[in-house]
Structures are given as structure tokens and as C-alpha cells.
């Protein structure tokens, strides 16, 4: 490589006489050729030595982190005056200001190191140099009839054909950072009323996500008023599952995470539940997680999970896991890297599986709200390994890559294998 580049500049700076004339150039002319050649490599090196794992947002030069270390714990629509208290808690993003973004907002949340994804208004475009900003807000469930006005109802959603065009504005207006468009609990339920004349229209979503560079969709089973949601936590991972297969793969897939009461008087997800719905999500295939923390019900509170310490500190350390192992999360996942047999055939469990400076990872999640005893095969790792079950202060002994475990109701393990012959 270092002859090509010298090569190069010997043409350009000596014309056809090449790597011949490097000798017989003046002192000063070699210096120039090796100098520029050897800053050039060194970019190259830089360049093909960013992880893969990262490349989701390397094409938006203003967007998230490109450091494989990076991975988006976001919290929905909060006051920036409370960003140091969620930035303790694990999250390093906010996703939309009420009324913003104002010069205010942005000021608080750069004061306490806190990223947005904001609305692209008059002030967010002043500020287009400001690192704060790392996202443009397309809009919030445009998919789900939309209000008329106080008293006059509801009319049709917002039509797919308007939010890619409203994409392509935004898109226009300032192209370095990606537009995150978040839909409704439809992309998992086909059979939400509140989509109006378009309930049982899923054909409309790989449309909506057209009109995005992140999909993100929110449905909270625990606190669900319906008995055909309510307390499935499956749904939220076939939501993420959809979009995945909405978009192709080509597009980041996000979603929303319940941990409040939200509207619902008497149910709330525990952190048990809470940590199941993110695994859940992860394991599917989500990319950034965004905390729903207001709570209409016993009274309105804006941020009701930084009032309720039990579920402050779960998810505080569920944040904190992901943000640990990151890089783990966003490396490749390995295709048919292992089989499970699970004893009740109505849990099933779900798995997603990474190989990491030379260890396997396994995330795994029993899938419904029971018991069961699951066999893992991972091909390719021989002999006898201790399995690390991450958090939990126990391991497993595995024979040529088999071993296994009991999931109670909800039950994630994440699973960690050290072998010094692992691929």
C-alpha cells in the first residue's frame, strides 16, 4: 500500500518518471511526497479500522456516535432541566422538547452533556454546527387517526405519501443528521381502533417507513387497557420484528419501552417486566431504546419514573448493562450460531448470538409468562467451558457447547462463554 501511494505522488508531483523520480527529485520534493503519503495512510488505516458494528450511522456525519461503544438509551419528550438526573441514570439521548427546540432547551441539555433528536424549527436550524443535535424528529404517530380540534373528533391518519415527502424537506433543509419517525402500537397490533379507518391496514407501514431513516414504533402491553394486549409482552418484540421487515434491514429500528402507570390506574410493569420488554427488543433486533416515563394516573407527572426509586434504579442498572457491553451489542450477529430446545413448547425462548474478542455471547428471553428448562447447542465450541451468566453471580458448565438453564416467567440471561480456540 505504501508503494501505491508513493507511486501515486510521484506521478503527480514528477509527472510520468514515477517511483523513478523519486530519487531523482530535490530533497524538498521527496519530503512532500512522503509526508502527504504518510498522513494518507494513516487516515486509511483510521477509516478501515472503524468497526462494522458502528456503521449504521456512519452516513450522517451530525448523527449519533459512530463509537462502537455507543448505543442510544433515549427518554420521550422530558425537560431538559432534568437531564442531569437521567444522564446518572444511563440515558444519553432525548427525543423531542415540548415547544422546541428553544435556545434554552439546547443550552441546558449541552450544559449536562445530554443528546437530542429535536424538531427541525427555526432555532434548531441555527444551530446546525451544535453536536447537541444528533437527530431531526419527523413527527408522533402519524399512522393513528388524527384529532380535528377540541370536540369536532377524529379523522384519517396522516397518508404515507405525506410523510415521505415531509421527509424529504427535512432531508433537504439539513442532510447530516438522520430523521427518526415514530409510529403507532399498529405496527405490532393489527387491530388497533385508534387507527380509525385504517385499523387492520399493516400493508401501510412498509410505506410510512419510507418516509425515515429510523423507525421507531411504541406499544405498552402492562399498562394496556385492552384484554387482547394487556400483558402480552410479545407484542412489543413483533413490533420491532416487523420493522425490521418493513424496512428491509436498510433503515435503524428503534422503539419506546413502558415503565410507568402511563393512563392505566392499577397496572404497571414491573422491573422484571421492564428488563424483558428491552431484552426483548434487543434480541429482535432494536438498535436504541426510548423510555415512555409521563404517568396520567393516580395525578400527571412528567417524569414519574425519576419519582419512583424502586424503577429508577432497575432501569438504571438495566442502561448501564447495555452501555457495558455495546460494543458487543452492535457487532454482527452470528446466523444459526446456536439451537434451543425448550421443555415447555409454550415458552418458547428467543436468542440472539455475538462473538467478541474471542468470546460468544448469548441473549437470551423466555418469550411468554411461564416456566421452562432450555438446551442451548452452540456449534464450535469443544471440550468443557464454564458459561458466565452476566448479572447474575452464577455459571454453568457447558460440554461441547451444550448447556442449560431454567427460565421462570419473563426470565432474561445473558450468557457469556470465554474460550481461547473460539472463532
Known amino acids: 500500500m505504501i508503494y501505491i501511494i508513493i507511486l501515486f505522488f510521484c506521478n503527480v ?5 514515477g517511483f523513478k523520480g523519486f530519487w531523482r527529485s530535490t530533497v ?27 456503521s449504521q450511522y456512519l452516513q450522517w456525519v451530525n448523527g449519533p456516535s459512530h463509537d462502537a461503544g ?15 438526573q437521567y444522564k446518572a441514570a444511563g440515558f444519553n439521548t432525548y427525543v423531542g422538547l415540548w415547544k422546541g427546540p428553544t435556545e434554552k432547551q439546547l443550552a441546558e441539555l449541552k450544559k449536562a452533556g445530554m443528546k437530542v433528536i429535536c424538531h427541525q424549527n427555526e432555532v434548531a436550524l441555527k444551530h446546525v454546527d451544535d453536536p447537541t443535535i444528533i437527530g431531526w424528529m419527523h413527527g408522533d404517530e402519524p399512522d393513528n387517526a388524527q384529532s380535528l380540534g377540541s370536540g369536532k373528533g377524529y379523522g384519517p391518519p396522516i397518508p404515507p405519501k405525506s410523510i415521505i415527502g415531509d421527509y424529504r424537506k427535512i432531508r433537504s433543509a439539513e442532510p447530516t443528521r438522520p430523521v427518526l419517525l415514530n409510529l403507532g402500537q399498529g405496527v405490532a397490533w393489527d387491530g388497533w381502533h385508534g387507527r380509525g379507518v385504517r385499523t387492520n391496514h399493516p400493508e401501510d407501514y412498509p410505506e410510512y417507513v419510507k418516509g425515515c431513516d429510523i423507525a421507531s414504533f411504541d406499544i405498552y402491553p402492562v399498562a394496556h387497557p385492552k384484554p387482547q394486549v394487556s400483558g402480552r409482552l410479545w407484542y412489543v418484540p413483533k413490533g420491532v420484528e416487523r420493522l425490521v421487515k418493513w424496512t428491509r434491514g436498510d433503515k435503524v429500528v428503534w422503539n419506546c419501552i413502558e415503565c410507568t402507570r402511563i393512563q392505566n390506574p392499577t397496572n404497571k410493569a414491573t422491573p422484571h417486566q421492564v428488563r424483558c420488554e428491552v431484552w426483548m427488543s434487543i434480541i429482535h433486533g432494536s438498535m ?4 415512555f416515563v409521563h404517568e396520567w394516573e393516580p395525578r400527571f407527572n412528567e417524569s414519574a419514573l425519576l419519582s419512583d426509586p424502586q424503577m429508577l434504579s432497575a432501569v438504571t442498572a438495566i442502561n448501564r448493562r447495555i452501555l457495558d457491553l455495546a460494543p458487543v451489542l452492535n457487532s454482527p450477529a452470528v446466523k444459526d450460531g446456536v439451537t434451543i430446545s ?10 440472539m448470538i455475538k462473538k467478541y474478542k474471542r468470546a460468544t455471547y448469548l441473549f437470551t428471553v423466555g418469550m411468554r409468562n411461564g416456566r421452562t428448562n432450555a438446551t442451548f447447542t452452540v456449534p464450535g465450541l469443544a471440550g468443557e467451558n464454564n458459561v458466565e451468566v452476566l448479572g447474575e453471580n452464577r455459571t454453568l458448565p457447558a460440554r461441547n457447547g451444550v448447556f442449560k438453564d431454567t427460565f421462570k416467567a419473563w426470565d432474561v440471561h445473558l450468557y457469556r462463554i470465554k474460550q481461547s480456540n473460539a472463532d
Do not use: C, H
Request: glycine share 4%; net charge positive.
Open 28 to 54: 524538498m520534493q521527496r519530503n512532500i511526497i512522503l509526508t502527504t503519503s504518510l498522513i494518507l495512510i494513516g487516515y486509511a488505516l483510521t477509516v478501515s479500522s472503524k468497526p462494522l458494528e458502528a
Open 13 to 17: 508531483l514528477l509527472g510520468s518518471s
Open 342 to 351: 425448550s421443555d415447555n413448547k409454550e415458552v418458547p425462548v428467543a436468542v
Open 70 to 84: 455507543f448505543f442510544p438509551i433515549a427518554v420521550w419528550l422530558q425537560n431538559p432541566a432534568k437531564a442531569r
Open 288 to 291: 436504541g431504546l426510548i423510555y
